[in-house]
């Protein structure tokens, strides 16, 4: 008799997917759940290829179910709705992060984790398991990136009048932070300022007699400084330059989740550090 390809009811986590291939291919279906999982980062590939095996590969204990079986509207409902949750779960993990509340998350993981132990004796709630990684991978994402929204939502612009009102620090959550330094008097020496942006642009306008120095680090976008643009994930940019003596000096640090550091010059001015002794 050819061997037949089921769901397993006796090895399940779900709905014996990953049981069922695992018997029919020879391997341990750990190894076809990690890969279920993994392909879940990838589009969502992992739940499609879950939920429709669920729905056309009959069970065992049902051997002739097919696509068109007793079953198939009641499994298209559930695995939509674990689809469901677990993007909710995966972009809820990811902001709740960015918001503050890793505990919240963490929190929520180890209920999760709880309610899936007591599963495992009394048969229920094993379906939360994929869920609770979407959870936990989403947090782990935007801890990753250092991700931190919690500055405020919008547009910040500043035009500090001279180096006694330039702040070294300035933040923001999400959206667009501008410093505008085009009418500053910096005066001789070396002004620092830190730019800490989650999400969005980070752009500074200087002066034609000012030279700039500046360092970044971007999880993911780019930097586009004067006449220079790179970008990538885990984005390192370090541009360092020396003032002539008597010239003033801005050096800008700046920390962003996802976004783009811009410095330009002013108006008319080429795009080009020219303010410096090197250029």
């Not at 990838?42 to 669920?54: E, Q, T």
Request: charge should be neutral; proline fraction near 4%; hydrophobic fraction near 45%.
């Amino acid at each position: 008799m050819s061997k037949r390809l089921t769901r397993s009811s006796s090895d399940r986590v779900i709905a014996g997917v990953a049981g069922g291939f695992g018997r029919y291919l020879g391997i341990d279906p750990v190894v076809i759940r990690l890969l279920l999982i993994v392909l879940i980062f990838f589009g969502g590939a992992g739940l499609i290829v879950y939920g429709a095996a669920w729905l056309i590969v009959p069970s065992d204990d049902h051997q002739g179910e097919g696509f068109d079986g007793r079953g198939v509207a009641r499994r298209t409902g559930i695995a939509l709705g674990v689809v469901a949750l677990t993007l909710v779960a995966l972009v809820g993990g990811f902001w709740g992060f960015a918001f503050g509340g890793g505990t919240a998350v963490a929190i929520a993981v180890i209920v999760i984790g709880a309610a899936l132990v007591l599963g495992a004796f009394t048969g229920g709630a094993r379906w939360l398991i994929v869920p609770a990684i979407a959870l936990a991978m989403g947090a782990g994402v935007a801890a990753a990136a250092d991700l931190d929204v919690r500055g405020g939502v919008g547009e910040r612009i500043y035009r500090p009048a001279s180096a006694a009102s330039l702040r070294s620090d300035y933040k923001l959550g999400a959206g667009h932070l501008l410093l505008d330094l085009r009418n500053t008097n910096l005066g001789p020496g070396n002004h620092r300022v830190h730019l800490k942006l989650g999400v969005g642009q980070a752009e500074v306008l200087v002066p034609p007699n000012v030279c700039v120095s500046s360092t970044a680090h971007i999880s993911g976008g780019e930097t586009q400084v004067f006449d220079r643009t790179t970008g990538g994930t885990n984005h390192d940019w370090q541009d360092i330059h020396r003032a002539p003596a008597g010239t003033p000096q801005l050096t800008v640090d700046a920390d962003i989740g996802f976004g783009q550091l811009r410095i330009e010059p002013g108006v008319g001015v080429q795009g080009v550090n020219g303010a410096c002794a090197n250029g």
